[in-house]
């Protein structure tokens, strides 16, 4: 694939192109479906392709190629050219990264075990084992295993190689119609995967879930799940980027160096997190990745960059350049002091959500969202369950934040198709949550 970089990049500069960044991806994907306790489907998928961004007088574009043919590469680069000539240029575009840059190898982001792993069949049944043993009537979910090479070459001297690997499942187990549970579990390493955890999870939840009633409307405290809190952070990580302040889409504009969350609130994004699922060595300019802490104490510290919005900022990049926007890898929100225990205890009457979907915002400047609550949902009294349903959540993000009042020392990393950006979170307690009746 370091060939078809070159060629892309030769070809690019006989054009007239400035900047200029080639990514290219080879992707396996194998995946695995389950549902009524046995496999349903198993697919693999293997593709490569190539990400393009191109800078030709300050003016900017990116495209994607599966076609990596000499002839469509050309066509490519030639219509990428006749269309930034239309385009005006973006006076506040500073640059890609300068390279060459030296990479650490990042511990438990690559297993061999994984490319050789000949049938992870044995991994689902563990699963819809452990969720059975809970009470379970049916499980149901799916099994990916993931092994992708990226190979980097940009106009600015970088050409850099990394490889990952993944396994990960999603468990949905079922007692009747209106009870399910949830539970998923996403690493990079197989001796690390644990497939019961996640139908123990799922078959636990659905056991509890028995015979819910109709959930009340008000302002209740909130024990989110890791699950469901999971997926309010991974939206989160578009609002740090710069690219999102700029176009009119974070919360988070003009509130740097400002208090924007309860004062226990740590959240970092981590790329280069050992085991972490969207752990890289580099970003999309070569920029070596690394910790950064974007809430401390409730204080907003950064923004996420890329190298042209730092400069626009008197900053330095953060290295989370997306080919266009700068994006986060895998957001960490810091764990706290209680035990799961304690954290029930402290709720006197208020309301446990183990997971959510649908996540959608009425306004991205000011945070107002909602969500629905799916699988297990538990009114809270004095530490006792009782199942609910039919609720959705209708608050402001920043509110959220502002509101959190505990977190567990535990954490758990989360990743499946409703939090797309991994996310490592503990259980969180926040107050006076905004609960309406979902719509039928």
């Known amino acids: 694939m370091f060939d078809v970089n070159e060629l892309i990049l030769k070809k690019a500069k006989e054009l007239g192109f400035g900047d200029v960044v080639v990514l290219s991806y080879e992707m396996n994907r194998r995946q695995v479906r389950f549902a009524n306790n046995e496999v349903t489907v198993a697919k693999h998928w293997h593709e490569r392709k190539v990400e393009l961004f191109v800078e030709w007088e300050k003016r900017i574009?990116?495209?994607?190629?599966?076609?990596?043919?000499?002839?469509?590469?050309?066509?490519?680069?030639?219509t990428l050219k006749a269309n930034l000539e239309k385009m005006k240029p973006k006076e506040d575009y500073y640059g890609i990264a300068e390279g060459p840059f030296k990479y650490k190898d990042i511990p438990e982001t690559f297993d061999k075990a994984i490319v050789e792993l000949d049938d992870p069949s044995e991994y689902v049944e563990r699963a819809i084992n452990a969720a059975l043993e809970e009470g379970a009537k049916r499980v149901a979910g799916v099994l990916y295993t993931d092994h992708n090479k990226l190979y980097l070459t940009t106009s600015n001297g970088v050409e850099a190689f990394d490889e990952g690997t993944g396994?990960?499942?999603?468990?949905?187990?079922?007692?009747?119609?209106?009870?399910?549970?949830?539970?998923?579990?996403?690493?990079?390493?197989l001796k690390k995967f644990d497939p019961e955890s996640a139908g123990r999870k799922a078959g636990e939840i659905a056991k509890l879930a028995r015979n819910p009633e109709q959930g009340p409307e008000g302002r209740f405290d909130v024990i989110f799940d890791p699950l469901a809190f999971a997926n309010l952070l991974s939206y989160m990580g578009w609002a740090f980027s710069a690219f999102a302040v700029e176009a009119g889409f974070s919360y988070f504009a003009n509130k740097l160096d400002q208090k924007v969350a309860s004062d226990i609130v740590t959240i970092k994004d981590i790329g280069n997190l050992?085991?972490?699922?969207?752990?890289?060595?580099?970003?999309?300019?070569?920029?070596?990745?690394?910790?950064?802490?974007?809430?401390?104490?409730?204080?907003?510290?950064?923004?996420?960059?890329?190298?042209?919005?730092?400069?626009k900022y008197k900053r330095e990049t953060t290295a989370n350049a997306g080919l266009i926007a700068p994006r986060a890898w895998n957001?960490?929100?810091?764990?706290?002091?209680?035990?799961?225990?304690?954290?029930f205890q402290e709720v006197k009457k208020g309301i446990y959500i183990t997971n959510v979907w649908y996540t959608r915002f009425q306004n991205y400047m000011t945070g107002d969202f909602s969500t629905i609550p799916r699988d297990g949902i538990f009114l809270v009294e004095n530490g006792e369950l009782k199942p609910i349903r039919n609720i959705r959540v209708s608050d402001n993000m920043l509110r959220i934040l502002q509101n959190v009042v505990a977190l567990t020392k535990d954490s758990y990393h989360i990743h499946w198709w409703?939090?797309?950006?991994?996310?490592?979170?503990?259980?969180?307690?926040?107050?006076?949550?905004?609960?309406?009746?979902?719509?039928?």
């Open 167 to 189: 396994i990960e499942i999603s468990v949905r187990a079922f007692i009747g119609d209106l009870e399910s549970g949830h539970g998923t579990n996403s690493v990079r390493v």
């Open 274 to 311: 050992p085991n972490g699922y969207a752990t890289r060595k580099f970003d999309d300019e070569g920029v070596p990745t690394r910790e950064t802490t974007l809430i401390e104490n409730g204080v907003l510290k950064t923004y996420l960059f890329n190298t042209s919005l730092a400069k």
């Open 331 to 343: 957001i960490v929100l810091e764990p706290g002091d209680y035990t799961k225990d304690e954290l």
């Open 61 to 78: 574009a990116g495209t994607s190629i599966t076609d990596l043919s000499e002839e469509n590469i050309e066509k490519t680069l030639k």
């Open 418 to 440: 409703e939090v797309s950006r991994p996310v490592t979170t503990p259980y969180v307690l926040v107050k006076e949550v905004g609960i309406t009746r979902a719509t039928k």
